[in-house]
Each structure stands twice: as structure tokens, then as C-alpha cells.
């Protein structure tokens, strides 16, 4: 008999890497498919786009996500040449989250406004004549329905957001009349200017009063009290 030994060195491999499909950032995470003769194959990321952990890409803005896909090799199986795959994200759709103002008084303004949505800051806008908006505060200005547009334009990462409109009801506000004391007059040196104003309109004033008359805002003086 007679043998013979050789030796079964070690092989080389290739990873064998599913194309990633271009994903809208809203719709991650990516699951990530490789295989090698050598075992588990192992991701990784430079880029500022995506994360990985796993064999899960986390998608963090709009942009190319480059995913390297690597395996060490084994007793059998030398290092398999590093594989590398391209996937955009595409920018996310959005929505706003807008807070329902709640109805006001006229006299119990301004309302703030509530919104939030991923793209950022949220813009808010109003035909109503019932209020006006300055950033996120409404003024309030006469009874009624007040709508308001709530709108987030978008940018890199997002599109624009669909317009969100909430309506609220300017109800009517309570008031107080702000009426000056007439001075104490003699009853020759009458008549008696009254001045008296109010938020709602003119002020208007009557007596019970045996020692005087009033006709508009004038004080007739008849007898001494």
C-alpha cells in the first residue's frame, strides 16, 4: 500500500449581497441580506445618512447610504473581499400634528397655537376677519369662526406637509364701562358733562334722580338734593 497526503488548503469566497431598494426615510429600517461560504457576513457605514445595526440600516436623513458588507474567513475560508452597496433614501412623507385651539372670549386673547410636525417649524396663516395671526399667537378681533392653516413647507429629509385647518369660535367677551365721577356742581353752574366708555360701543345714561335730568351724555341740574 502506499500513500499519499495533500493539503486541502483554505478557498477563497465572494459575500453574495442583496441589492438594497432606494426607501423613503419614513419607511425604514432596511433589512440587509448577504451571504458567504464563510459564515455570517458583517455590515458597516461611513455614511451620515444611515445607521446599521445588525443587519438593519436605520435611515436618518435624505442622501446615498453606502452599506460595506464583510466576512473574515474561517479555518476553510480566506477573507472574502469587501462588498459595498448604494441605496438612496428618498426624502419622507410628513404630517402635522396641529393642537385644536379651543373657542375664546373676545376679551380673554391672545390664543396660542400649538403644531408640530418632523419636517420643523410649522407656519400658521388665517383669512378669517375675526382674528389675525402674528408667528403663533392669534388676535382676536370680532365674534365668530377664526380658522386657522397650519403648514410645514418641507426640505431636505421631508416633502411638504398636507395643510392642516382647525377651527375655533370667538365667542363674545364680557366688558366693563369705565365711567369718570361727575364733580359735585353747583346747581347754576350746570349743565354736567358725563364721559363714560366702554369696549362694546357708546355708553348710554339715565337717572331716577327728582334732582336732575340727563339727555345724551349732559346732566340737567333741576333742584338741590
Keep these: ?3 499519499k497526503t495533500f493539503q486541502v488548503l483554505q478557498g477563497s469566497q465572494t459575500i453574495s449581497f442583496t441589492q438594497p431598494a432606494d426607501t423613503a426615510l419614513t419607511s425604514g429600517p432596511v433589512a440587509l441580506t448577504a451571504t458567504a461560504p464563510g459564515g455570517t457576513v458583517t455590515f458597516s457605514t461611513s455614511s451620515t ?14 442622501g446615498s447610504c453606502v452599506i460595506s458588507a464583510n466576512q473574515p474567513g474561517s479555518a476553510d475560508y480566506t477573507a472574502a473581499p469587501q ?3 448604494t441605496f438612496q433614501v428618498l426624502q419622507g412623507s410628513q404630517t402635522i400634528s396641529f393642537t385644536q385651539p379651543a373657542d375664546t372670549a373676545l376679551t380673554s386673547g391672545p390664543v396660542a397655537l400649538t403644531a408640530t410636525a418632523p419636517g420643523g417649524t410649522v407656519t400658521f396663516s388665517t383669512s378669517s376677519s375675526t382674528c389675525s395671526i402674528t408667528g403663533s399667537s392669534v388676535t382676536l378681533l370680532h365674534v365668530g369662526p377664526c380658522v386657522i392653516a397650519a403648514d410645514q413647507a418641507g426640505g431636505t429629509d421631508y416633502a411638504a406637509a398636507a395643510q392642516v385647518q382647525k377651527t375655533f369660535q370667538v365667542l363674545q367677551g364680557s366688558q366693563t364701562i369705565s365711567f369718570t365721577q361727575p364733580a359735585d356742581t ?19 345714561f339715565s337717572t331716577s334722580s327728582t334732582t336732575c335730568s340727563v339727555t345724551a ?9
Design 186 to 204: 353747583a346747581l347754576t353752574s350746570g349743565p354736567v358733562a358725563l364721559t363714560a366708555t366702554a369696549p362694546g360701543g357708546p355708553v348710554t
Design 1 to 3: 500500500q502506499v500513500q
Design 49 to 62: 445618512t444611515c445607521s446599521v445595526n445588525g443587519s438593519y440600516v436605520t435611515l436618518l436623513h435624505a
Design 83 to 85: 462588498v459595498q452597496k
Design 217 to 225: 351724555s349732559s346732566v340737567t341740574l333741576d333742584r338741590k338734593s
